[in-house]
């Protein structure tokens, strides 16, 4: 069964560096999302995306968080200059329509120190 | 505003039990709602939906109940398994094509 796939699975970082997620979605889907889970917490919503932009974003989505689709198979979520409270798991999710369930991967675990 | 959440943050059971776990929306817009199951180190992974035009629908032993005038959502998973202990979390949409709002989560515990 086609699955999303996310690397690397822990990142550790300095606070202050740049970090980039890699997410590889589902090969036929075309609406693309990242969330974000702090230990113990729910799932939050962080951004989606659709035809080469972004449809939608959360206030947590501010401008040193960014996304990008630099090719047909990969989804990315830049955080230009990391702070300790970025530190979660990040998950990277895709689906063919937008009224159908999202797919989720595995997640990266980022730890900024 | 939007809120999804849970009116137990744990549920023990024993195997082979039926277990109901449950959820409050407050965004009376939501049209679609999703359950997904969440075990250690793994991504959210799909169970069921249901959307607002339907009060039920059946899997392979769960079950999604919708009461839209309580703005209630239940899981009932038949039979509970070991293989079932995880966390559940509720999704809603709030009639956004873009975002899914999660609610907090319940941990399902299941005896043997």
């Known amino acids: 069964e086609p699955e999303v796939t996310q690397t690397p699975s822990h990142q550790v970082t300095q606070m202050g560096q740049e970090v980039i997620l890699r997410c590889v979605p589902i090969?036929?889907?075309?609406?693309f999302y990242w969330y974000r889970q702090i230990l113990g917490q729910k799932v939050e919503f962080l951004v989606s995306?659709?035809?080469?932009?972004?449809?939608?974003k959360s206030e947590i989505f501010d401008d040193q968080f960014s996304v990008e689709r630099p090719d047909g198979s990969n989804f990315t979520l830049k955080i230009r200059s990391t702070k300790l409270e970025d530190s979660a798991m990040y998950f990277c999710?895709?689906?063919?329509?937008?009224?159908?369930?999202?797919?989720f991967g595995d997640g990266t675990r980022l730890s900024i120190l | 505003g939007e809120s999804v959440g849970l009116h137990l943050p744990t549920l023990s059971v024993q195997e082979g039990d039926n277990s109901i776990i449950n959820c409050a929306y407050s965004?009376?817009?939501?049209?679609?709602f999703i359950w997904y199951k969440q075990e250690s180190g793994k991504g959210p992974q799909f169970i069921i939906d249901?959307?607002?035009?339907?009060d039920k629908r059946q899997g392979q032993r769960v079950t999604v109940l919708l009461n839209k005038t309580v703005k209630h959502l239940s899981l009932q998973i038949a039979a509970t398994q070991p293989g079932d202990s995880a966390v559940y979390f509720c999704?809603?949409?709030?009639?956004?094509?873009?975002?899914?709002?999660f609610g907090k989560g319940t941990l399902l515990t299941v005896n043997p």
């Open positions: 999710a895709s689906t063919g329509d937008s009224n159908q369930p999202q797919h």
């Open positions: 090969s036929n889907h075309l609406y």
């Open positions: 995306f659709y035809n080469n932009e972004i449809s939608e």
């Open positions: 965004n009376s817009a939501s049209d679609y």
């Open positions: 249901i959307r607002s035009n339907m």
């Open positions: 999704a809603e949409n709030g009639r956004s094509n873009y975002k899914l709002t």
